[in-house]
């Protein structure tokens, strides 16, 4: 089979930052190392870094005292950077440029009394970081229907989940104008996602399939499969190359690929030449 890779799959800026702090603190650490959370949605990045003694832990209680944490690069609410600080834990804090614009954001609008509605899924951690960062205040809504039934705000102050597709926000935000008479917009959408979708939503209708490549909890990887479906609705989504089954791709020449943005380029790879290898079954005459 031919396959085209899309421009920008994979591993972005946050990312590889993110990955590049774990990997020195890792290095350079005399005890243990714990992160708060996963560093990056990606099983096989979070696995490789559990190998080299980098703990996924949910408290910072699990954290030795005097030990060092890693804060993932979704981030986290203020009160877990204050308690790691009266732990006198010390703190790698992995957290995305783009998500601390978002939660100063949110922190900002909060302080001039408006109400804080986030556009996300209020289950991912980026939000729930966001949402911290509001004390707690933030709406949290992820459609226009949900926009359409809240109550009317006369202040409203507005981010988005940094990986969300502009087409969706546009469509949330449009319903959120009727609910509001103020409504200040920031736009906390991450250019590394947009890049990705755009180019992946480019080549989706020049091929007969398209393969998304990245984690289950990866929203951004999820986001890059929904925006390819409208375009073209033969879309597969998979973590690796052993997903792949070739009586899915019964009678398709050309295949597109894109990733996620946490997704390594070996991944990346492994796929590309298991799609290349899988052959078109002969035609009887
Ligand atoms: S996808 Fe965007 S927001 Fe998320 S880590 Fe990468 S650069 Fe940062």
New binding site residues.
Partial sequence: MEVIVADNAG?????K??IKMANETLDQAHGPVKSLGQL?HNPQVVTSFQKRGLEVVADLDQVAPNGTVVIR??GVGPEAKRRATELALRVVDTT????TK?QQYAAKLIEENYKVVVIGDKDHP?VKGVVAHTDGKAIVINTAAEAEALKFIPRMGVVFQ??HAIGHVQEVVGALLKRGKEVRVFNTL????TS?QKTAVELAPDVEAMVIIGGRLSA?TAQLAEVCRKVNPRVLSVESAAELDPAWFAGIRLVGVSA???TPDEVIAEVVERLTGIEEPATSA
């Avoid at 591993?11 to 990312?15: H, I, L, S």
């Avoid at 995305?96 to 998500?99: E, I, L, Q, S, T």
Wanted: proline share 4%; charged share 5%; with cysteine.
């Fill in positions: 591993f972005c800026f946050g990312v930052r993110a990056i690069s979704h995305c440029p783009f998500v978002a980026e940094t990986t991450c250019g590394a996602t990705m951004n996620g943005a946490s």
